[in-house]
């Protein structure tokens, strides 16, 4: 049985995190943590950690279940290139699962996108991601539409910082053939929608998930820390834990 420590036990993703704990035959709820609480005392019984909290939170966490050898489920998204590089280093000694989206709709939309992008070639298609979410999300683009656009940019040979045009506005000019364009929504309660589209003249494909439960996002946290019960040290993704890599 899986001991799980559920990290933001009294934020909305954190509830339904420790109910999908629950809900999972092969993992128990363990302990949970908030701000201001002692770490420590809570990772002792844990086997694994679920974190979906904070970026700024993660080194905390790392250091701590570095001194425990304590698995790790990292669903925070926001990290700095620092905070991204602290997640590389730990997993040289724990087993890391750091997704931005752990829903198995999501992953199948980033398995689509790469596949989409080897057919529908950038010579032809003009390329745009849109992503929406509630109005308390802090960071943009989420995480899962960054997911989209590097998985667009292994696909298509272009550039995060030099080909990727974040919204449009004023006299811009036609688009280039390497622009791929990301567009942020935000407002109410959405819980993540996100759209790949494909545009040539005379046709046009969209490839679009949204979630309306972050119960979807908490199960596949729970599954990701089953599966990593017996995995090496190493960082992995939901690809990795789908069988889709």
Known sequence: MNQILVTGKSGRMGQTIIQAVEENPDAALASTHDAGEDLAAAMAPADTVIDFTIHSFTGEVLAEALKTNTRLVIGTTGHSDEERAAIVEASKT???????????????????????????????????????????????????????????NEETGTNYEDDIKHGRVGLTGARTQREIGMHT?????????????????????????????????????????????????????????????
């Open 94 to 152: 724990l087993p890391i699962v750091f997704a931005p989206n752990y829903s198995i709709g999501v992953n199948t939309l980033f398995w689509l996108t790469r596949k989409a992008a080897q057919v529908l070639k950038q010579e032809r298609f003009d390329i745009e991601v849109t992503e929406m979410h509630h109005r308390h999300k802090i960071d943009a683009p989420s995480g899962t539409a960054r997911r989209l656009l590097e998985i667009l």
């Open 185 to 245: 929504l935000r407002g109410g309660d959405v819980v993540g929608d996100h759209t790949v589209m494909f545009a040539a003249d005379g046709e046009r494909v969209e490839l679009t998930h949204k979630a309306s439960s972050r119960m979807t996002f908490a199960a596949g946290a729970v599954q990701a820390a089953v599966w990593l019960t017996d995995k090496p040290a190493g960082l992995y993704d939901m690809q990795d834990v789908l069988g889709l890599q």
